[in-house]
């Protein structure tokens, strides 16, 4: 499953981004899906994921309730809402998915998109 990641950008404080993670095949649809980020000098950490069915979705501490996770299956894409953004959540952004079921543990995912960088400014 090749995955692509896009969407990310330069926004100010307190503003909006969508992130998308698409894929070409239909297997994608049956697959969770998981967003992680990574920041310079950091480990890449969990930031949300969601089943293959999206009835559930998972998110960190430090984005719940400003980032909203939800899939599209009949377009192969899954979408990352983030709102109210800070500059902590400035970052590299991955797209990762896996057959079973989502968790917070990147390593545990088998496919992952190239990544798009999101920069907060003050």
């Known amino acids: 499953v090749q995955l692509q990641a896009s969407g990310g950008g330069l926004v100010q404080a307190g503003g909006s981004l969508r992130l998308s993670c698409s894929a070409s095949?239909?297997?994608?649809?049956?697959?969770?899906v998981g967003w992680f980020r990574q920041a310079p000098g950091k480990e890449r950490e969990f930031v949300a994921a969601?089943?293959?069915?999206?009835?559930?979705?998972y998110y960190s501490d430090s984005v719940k309730g400003r980032f909203t996770i939800s899939r599209d299956n009949a377009k192969n894409t899954v979408y990352l809402q983030m709102n109210s953004l800070k500059p902590e959540d400035t970052a590299v952004y991955y797209c990762?998915?896996?057959?079973?079921?989502?968790?917070?543990?990147?390593?545990?995912?088998?496919?992952w998109g190239q990544g798009t960088k999101v920069t907060v400014s003050n």
């Open positions: 990762a998915a896996r057959m079973l079921g989502p968790t917070t543990d990147w390593v545990s995912y088998d496919y």
């Open positions: 969601i089943t293959w069915g999206g009835s559930s979705t």
């Open positions: 095949e239909r297997t994608f649809s049956r697959r969770a």
